[in-house]
């Protein structure tokens, strides 16, 4: 009966002990809250100009985005209509806590998917990525300002050398509903 008893006392504090050293899940923090700014669905419109990328025209779309389960990463669903025609895409955002920068990746019903880093100072967020088009590397920096909790403005320029940055689209978010 006393050997019993030990044996049993041995796996209760053995499991205690393990208990108590299991890691923690950590929790979101800033970062995945300021990606949180974006959940919602959002009416975007803006102005594209004639580029390698497409003719010029308006470009307007609904966004519905949401914070994924575990609250780390934005995951969000576009679609409307462009000068190329109509437009479909699932964007996904997160923060790389190594590297302690964002992380945009896009696919769409166009011919490339998107990847670029991107970082956010006093509301004010730039994604920088290099594409090849057409064999010339371009350089791509698209900037988003936070100019309320419902409303933001945008644009995207390219540049071929660093320095000079020609416009290719700007516009505005307005949030419909949270």
Known sequence: MTKNLFVIGVVIAAAAAASAQAPQMPAPGAAQKNLAYFEGTWKVEGTMQASPFGPAGT???????????????LVCDSQGTGPMGPMKAQTFMTYDRAAKQYRYFSVSNMPE????????????????????????????????????????TMKWETSTDGKTWQPVFEGKGTKASS
Request: net charge negative.
């Open 113 to 152: 998917a998107e990847m670029a880093t991107g970082d956010r100072q006093n509301g004010t967020w730039q994604w920088m990525t290099d594409v090849t088009l057409e064999g010339k590397k371009i350089q791509s920096r698209f900037i988003m300002n936070e100019q309320s909790p419902s409303s933001y």
């Open 59 to 73: 470009i307007t779309s609904t966004e519905t985005c949401r914070m994924f389960e575990g609250g780390w990463h």
